[in-house]
């Protein structure tokens, strides 16, 4: 329950104290004030119009009211929608939800949110949503042809709406069915100022593009439209292009095809244009009048767009063709007869096309057959009207809206207070109206109003709509809800509001003075067949499937069933339909008659309520009981919470339900027994039960699950177990198997060995006990002489500098391999040595002696190896000149080249010729042959020699010697290797000393006085080429730079 504390006013009135009509009242008023418009009566809903767009709608108020229960929330449509499609889905209940409230009350909306609650709760899918989308999208469709601005609201329902929402077992939508209820065809034509037509015509002719109004033949102008004057074309708030497309987008997604809605448009203007088509006075021949078109364009317009001979129109819009059985009698139409008529066909065109609209929306939404069902039926019936001037339409909308109120009175006020009496449940009646008696008054099958005026319709004689009124004050002089002139007069009442063609009927919700014009015409609702057979002409598909009637095969000369029969008939039918669901109410109230927001007119409000018979429904309500059902089915739902009813109950019904409750301990004031029924007194204790139900429902599924988890996990256990078992048992089997191969196969090899060994006994007598060894000897010896002899055909080359050697057949040769491998090649050396001449072994000895000096020490050896030592570089055999040079020198010269010597001084070179012999070195110029410089071997200190790949070489003396008071000579030689291996075994032949051969990159010359310092770089080449350059730096250094 809603706590009382915080809450404006009572949020149901059922708590309302005192009870009386103006606290009722007052306490609407303070709520509506504070922006509460919904206000309960136990479980009817009370909805004040707001005449604003109020923050309690959405989808986070859906969300909200579905998880919680009737009164645990402020009071709201979304609670009684939500309590509807629960018992719906829960409790298999057919629903039907009744709003109900005078026009601009808020009926529509109402409905409307109904539906988008459902529509939001009721699952989800592909296919569900298509539906619910088809259900939502019915609304702009049919409020576009069937709604209109009148005095009173500015989207006033003209047609009632009976809904039925098809649900399946699980609560998702299937489909539906729409049924709706005359519209008030007589607008289509006529309309109060102020008012409009159908919201249709301002929507096409506001919205449609160039193209599209081109296409109809139609202008943008409402002015230019007989059928659309007077009136306003515009209405606050209201965007007429905006519907239009919404109108289109909603025609497309309930399945209109282009064309259908093409089709729908073309119909729409052809209604507009006849409009204005305007009819002229004319005479024929005999001076009977006549009538004809004034201006052929507009009906020849008509008759291009839905293919029609315009002719064929003029003449069934201007005459009439009367039939008997034996002839065919055809007369002109006056003016005023033309009028009439076109107006006819304009009201028939238009109302049929509503229901063709309604019966195509139904083609799309309605369910397949085969599927279990459950309905919930949503009621929107156009609300109860007093006009200025009121007519056959009012009369059959109050009719309407006086059997719903019958619904109410039977269902929450006569039946319920009538159950207490038949049930015995102690009861004080509680009085209210009962408008039986006024729906008797108009819909008695012999006396009522409707039934007269058939009578009057089908009477032959003359006819009118004051033979009519007369019959009525005939029969109804007496009666307490009816008065006319002349009842008023036999009573001796003055009233000046009473017409002399009127009659009033004291409705339960005020008096209503019907003006008698017409009424004949409409009930008869005749259109000439002229016309519908001129229209079943037309090529049009739409507007020809219209008129079916206009087929001559089809003709009948039956008379169709009068309007107000056929609405009664669909309103028994409707009635039908509601009993047999659960009533749901939403009692609509509008609170001012200006259509404000804020404005709250108590007495306007005072007189809704009473007749709404709301008091009376509080008094009911607060002596009675909330909630009641048939022992049996109260015992199936709760026999759960009791443990003497569940889980068997062999007793009575009604001895199971007083178990039930006795052991939950509901006191007894919330409960009656009654013979057939239990009756509870507050929804709290409702509730209850059903959260104790849910609870128990809990502990049943957790048992439920407990005993399925335990017999599951036993099975399994009991699989695992013979699994093992027979896992082990197979492993076992195995391993003894595996283990009784292995002592086999070691008694088999035990045996193998002792049989061995005793056989070997046995014939060791039979042979020498050394034959293994000479056996082995002996194979060895052989295979020593085969591994000789093979080596011996496969010796290698002779030639020296062969090194192969054949590869041990058996690794314990290879040592034996390797010393007959060394022992060859040393012969093979010897051989070699043998033979050589005195002269190759100078020559050899003199590349030993260099390979010692400078092998791994200087890059310029490793390409002297292969080059034999010249010796005379200069041609000195064939030069008298240069052998002068030697002098007196025995011996032979060993060396004879070009050397550059480095001038110490500036580091510049100049070449010279320098000669070796076995005792000097003679050093001279190239130009002159004579000797420059002799230096005696003897006084040479050492030579100093760089590593680079150049020829440069210091020779240091002694400063003993002859020339050592000149210094040290730098000289560069292309022969470098040569040059000092031959003076090195010169100076050791002549002097026998080892001449210390330096390989630096510094050393110093000495002179006489001074020394110089020689500092020997590699140059970015890296010395490569061995080519050099000298740089003095300072006076004591000289870089030379090798390139
Ligand atoms: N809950 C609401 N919130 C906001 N505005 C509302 C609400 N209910 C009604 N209205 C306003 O009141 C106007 C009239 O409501 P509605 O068309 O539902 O009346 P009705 O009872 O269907 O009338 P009729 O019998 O003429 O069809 C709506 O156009 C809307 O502006
Ligand atoms: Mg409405």
Redesign the pocket.
């Known amino acids: 329950m809603t706590l009382l504390e915080g809450c404006i006013g009572v949020e149901d009135l059922v708590l309302l104290e005192p009870l009386e009509q103006e606290s009722l009242i007052k306490n609407l008023q303070l709520r509506y004030e504070k922006g509460e418009?919904y206000t309960y009566i136990g479980n009817v809903l009370v909805?004040v119009?707001?005449?604003?767009?109020?923050p309690i709608y959405g989808p986070e108020f859906i969300a909200k009211y579905r998880d919680y229960t009737f009164y645990e929330l402020k009071p709201h449509i979304y609670a009684l929608a939500n309590v509807a499609y629960q018992s719906l889905r829960d409790q298999d209940q057919d629903q039907c939800i009744l709003i109900t409230?005078?026009?601009?009350?808020?009926?529509?909306?109402?409905s409307k949110?109904v539906m988008t609650y459902v529509a939001a709760v009721c699952g989800e899918g592909e296919r569900v949503n298509s539906v619910k989308e088809q259900l939502l999208q019915s609304n702009p469709v049919l409020e576009a042809f069937g709604?209109a601005k009148?005095i009173?609201?500015?989207?006033?329902?003209r047609f009632g709406k009976y809904m039925d929402v098809e649900f399946d077992f699980k609560g998702s939508p299937l489909g539906g069915v729409i049924t709706n209820y005359l519209l008030e065809k007589s607008r289509v034509v006529k309309h109060l100022e102020g008012e409009r037509n159908f919201h249709i015509f301002y929507q096409l002719l506001a919205g449609a593009d160039p193209q599209l109004l081109k296409a109809l033949k139609l202008e943008r102008d409402t002015n230019g439209y007989a059928y659309l004057n007077p009136g306003a074309s515009r209405v606050n708030g209201m965007d007429d292009t905006a519907n239009f497309k919404a109108l289109q987008s909603a025609m497309t997604v309930i399945g209109f095809s282009k064309e259908e809605i093409r089709q729908v448009l073309e119909v729409v203007a052809l209604v507009l244009k006849l409009g204005n088509v305007e009819l002229a006075d004319e005479f024929q021949a005999n001076g009977v009048p006549a009538s004809g078109i004034r201006d052929g364009k507009g009906i020849q317009e008509i008759g291009e767009m839905v293919g029609l001979n315009s002719a064929e129109l003029e003449r069934a819009l201007c005459s009439r063709t009367m039939e008997t059985a034996k002839e065919k009698v055809v007369t002109a139409l006056n003016v005023v007869q033309a009028q009439y008529a076109r107006d006819a066909l304009a009201k028939n065109v238009y109302s049929r096309l509503f229901n063709w609209l309604v019966n195509r929306i139904n083609e799309s939404i309605k369910v397949g057959t085969g599927e279990k069902r459950k309905v919930m039926g949503v009621l929107?019936i156009?609300?109860f009207e007093i006009l200025e001037d009121n007519s056959f339409e009012q009369f059959v909308i109050n009719y309407c809206n006086e059997k719903l109120q019958q619904v109410f009175i039977e269902i929450t006020l006569k039946e319920e207070q009538e159950e207490y009496k038949r049930e015995g449940i102690p009861w004080v009646k509680v009085d209210y109206f009962d408008n039986g008696i006024i729906c008797n008054l108009i819909e008695h099958n012999q006396r009522g109003i409707l039934a007269m005026l058939d009578e009057e319709c089908l009477r032959p004689g003359m006819v009118s709509d004051s033979t009519f009124l007369a019959k009525l004050n005939q029969v109804f002089s007496k009666h307490d809800h009816y008065e006319s002139k002349v009842t008023q007069n036999a009573q001796h009442q003055y009233d000046h509001s009473m017409g002399l063609s009127c009659f009033r009927i004291c409705h339960y919700a005020g008096k209503v003075t019907y003006n008698v014009n017409s009424f004949i015409d409409k009930n008869n609702d005749l259109l000439f067949r002229d016309l519908s057979q001129a229209m079943w002409k037309a090529q049009h598909p739409l507007l020809r499937s219209l008129f079916p009637e206009g087929d001559p095969k089809q003709a009948s000369l039956k008379r169709p069933p009068t309007a107000g029969v056929q609405f009664k008939g669909s309103v028994a039918i409707l009635m039908k339909n509601l009993y047999s669901k659960r009533p749901n109410y939403i009692r609509?109230i509008k609170p001012n008659e200006h259509?404000q927001r804020g404005e709250f007119s108590s007495e306007l409000v005072a007189i809704q309520t009473r007749y709404l018979g709301l008091l009376e429904n509080v008094r009911v309500r607060r002596a009675g009981y909330a909630y009641r059902q048939a022992y049996g089915s109260f015992l199936e739902r709760y026999r759960l919470l009791s443990r003497s009813t569940w889980l068997r109950w062999d007793g009575g019904d009604r001895e199971g339900v007083e178990e039930v409750l006795g052991e939950l301990s509901v006191s007894s004031e919330e409960v009656a027994f009654g013979k057939t029924k239990i009756f509870i007194r507050s929804p709290k204790t409702l509730f209850y039960l059903e959260d104790q139900r849910r609870l128990r429902i809990h502990q049943l599924a957790t048992l439920i699950q407990k005993t399925y988890r335990g017999w599951r996990c036993r099975v399994h256990y009991q699989l695992m177990r013979k699994s093992q078992i027979l896992i082990s048992s197979w492993f076992r089997g195995n391993m003894q198997k595996k283990r009784y191969g292995k002592m086999k196969a070691s008694a088999l090899l035990i045996q193998a060995f002792v049989r061995g060994w005793k056989a070997r006994k046995n014939y060791r007598k039979y042979f020498r006990s050394e034959a293994a060894l000479t056996l082995s000897d002996f194979i060895y010896k052989s295979i020593a002489r085969k591994f000789l002899l093979g080596l011996k055909n496969d010796l290698p080359s002779t030639n020296v500098l062969d090194r192969r050697w054949p590869a041990a057949p058996y690794k314990y040769f290879n040592t034996a391999n390797h010393e007959l491998q060394k022992l060859f090649y040393q012969w093979k050396c010897k051989k070699f040595r043998d033979q050589l001449s005195p002269k190759q072994v100078e020559v050899l000895r003199e590349k030993l002696c260099a390979s010692e000096l400078f092998k791994g020490k200087k890059a310029s050896y490793p390409q002297s190896v292969p080059i034999p030592f010249h010796g005379d570089y200069v041609g000195l055999q064939g030069n008298p000149k240069l052998q002068k040079l030697k002098g007196g020198e025995e011996g032979p010269v060993l060396v004879a080249e070009t050397v550059m010597k480095v001038n110490r001084g500036n580091g510049k070179t100049s070449s010279r010729i320098l000669l070796l012999t076995k005792g000097h070195m003679i050093i001279s110029d190239t130009k002159n042959s004579r000797a420059k410089t002799v230096v005696a071997l003897n006084s040479v200190a050492g030579v100093s020699v760089t590593s680079f790949k150049d020829g440069l070489f210091s020779l240091h003396l002694n400063e003993i010697s002859s020339v050592g008071s000149k210094g040290d000579f730098l000289l560069v030689s292309k022969h470098v290797i040569e040059l000092l291996t031959k003076m090195y075994r010169a100076v050791l032949d002549a002097t026998q000393r080892q001449l210390p051969v330096t390989v630096t990159e510094e050393f110093s010359l000495r002179f006489k006085e001074s020394s110089l310092a020689v500092k020997v770089i590699q140059g970015p080449g890296g010395g490569g080429n061995g080519k050099l350059s000298c740089k003095k730096k300072g006076s004591r250094c000289l870089e030379v730079t090798v390139q």
């Open positions: 418009i909805s119009n707001p005449y604003q767009q109020l409230g005078e026009s601009g009350a808020g009926k529509t909306e109402a949110l709604n009148t009173r609201n500015n989207n006033s329902s929107d156009y609300g609509c259509q």
